[in-house]
């Protein structure tokens, strides 16, 4: 069984995600799409300054950038 989901701001994600060379490439209101330019994977990280990210939410910001739990802890904590 996988890791427990850490609770998370937008803004620790979108550092992972630039850390890993994502770029954000449209934003529409509170969504941002963040694209890598060499894979071509994209997701959407919805914006709320401060607010933690909802579970269900997070698990889909993490698939479409190809990453697991584990692969997001361990790259959060090396930053």
Known sequence: MGQR??????DEII???????FEKVDLSGSHQKWKHPITGRQTIVSYHSGDIIRPKTFKKILEGAGLSVEDFIRIRMKL
């Open 15 to 21: 550092k992972v995600l630039k850390s890993l060379g």
């Open 5 to 10: 989901q850490p609770r998370v701001t937008a």
